[in-house]
Nanobody, 115 residues
Framework: VQLQASGGGLVQAGGSLRLSCAAQGRTRNIGTMAWYRQPPGTQRELVASMNRSGNPHYYVDSVKGRFTISRENAKTTVYLEMNNLRPEDTAVYYC?????????WGQGTQVTVSS
């Protein structure tokens, strides 16, 4: 499974970005897909996740009400809609997908929020 992420960039506080991540290869058994982020000098944290059926969703408390995770394209593409962005959202964002018992990572995409 290969994951291709896109959509990062530089935005002012209060702005919006939409991240996309498309899975390719052996996608038939992909289950949960998720977004993680890693701010500079800190550990990677789970931001949001969605299982194959689309329910339940998980959101880390700091993004609830601002970020929305969704899936489409036969459940192999995952999006992260990020609204009302804050400087503390600045991080490298990674998509991830579980295929049976294996976790796959996409390459990171930088999100920078200026104050």
């Amino acid at each position: 499974v290969q994951l291709q992420a896109s959509g990062g960039g530089l935005v002012q506080a209060g702005g919006s970005l939409r991240l996309s991540c498309a899975a390719q290869g052996r996608t038939r058994n992909i289950g949960t897909m998720a977004w993680y982020r890693q701010p500079p000098g800190t550990q990677r944290e789970l931001v949001a996740s969605m299982n194959r059926s689309g329910n339940p969703h998980y959101y880390v408390d700091s993004v609830k009400g601002r970020f929305t995770i969704s899936r489409e394209n036969a459940k192999t593409t995952v999006y992260l809609e990020m609204n009302n962005l804050r400087p503390e959202d600045t991080a490298v964002y990674y998509c991830a997908a579980w295929e049976l018992r294996t976790l796959y990572w996409g390459q990171g995409t930088q999100v920078t929020v200026s104050s």
